[in-house]
Nanobody
Framework: QVQLVESGGGLVQAGGSLRLSCAAS????????MGWFRQAPGKEREFVAA????????HYADSVKGRFTISRDNAKNSVYLQMNSLKPEDTAVFYC??????????????WGQGTQVTVSS
């Protein structure tokens, strides 16, 4: 029983930056590994980034490595995705997700409603 709410999406020009936030409630946040996924129109949902329970380990998709940074603040029950050097192909609905077992690459148990990110050229 975890509720996730994303925020911070919007319209940005290519090369710009956005910071997404995800607020969690309903369960002890520090028990959860957290991830970000995205889904572009007409495409399958894809993995973007994940972070371990304590924040010591992170994992990124090759397409965003070096441009995006995932972080978390367990005191605020929140996870963030800092996105720099954005490209039009980053345009998608971004979803926050939680893994109850603390697994970064396993099946995720809970999902937010998503926030739209649009990058113009």
């Amino acid at each position: 029983q975890v509720q996730l709410v994303e925020s911070g999406g919007g319209l940005v020009q290519a090369g710009g930056s956005l910071r997404l936030s995800c607020a969690a409630s309903g369960r002890t946040f520090s028990f959860l590994a957290m991830g970000w996924f995205r889904q572009a129109p007409g495409k399958e949902r894809e993995f973007v980034a994940a972070i371990s329970r304590g924040g010591g380990n992170t994992h990124y998709a090759d397409s965003v490595k070096g441009r995006f940074t995932i972080s978390r603040d367990n005191a605020k029950n929140s996870v963030y995705l800092q996105m720099n050097s954005l490209k039009p192909e980053d345009t998608a609905v971004f979803y926050c997700a939680a893994n109850l077992r603390g697994q970064l690459v396993g099946q995720y148990d809970y999902w937010g409603q998503g926030t739209q990110v649009t990058v113009s050229s």
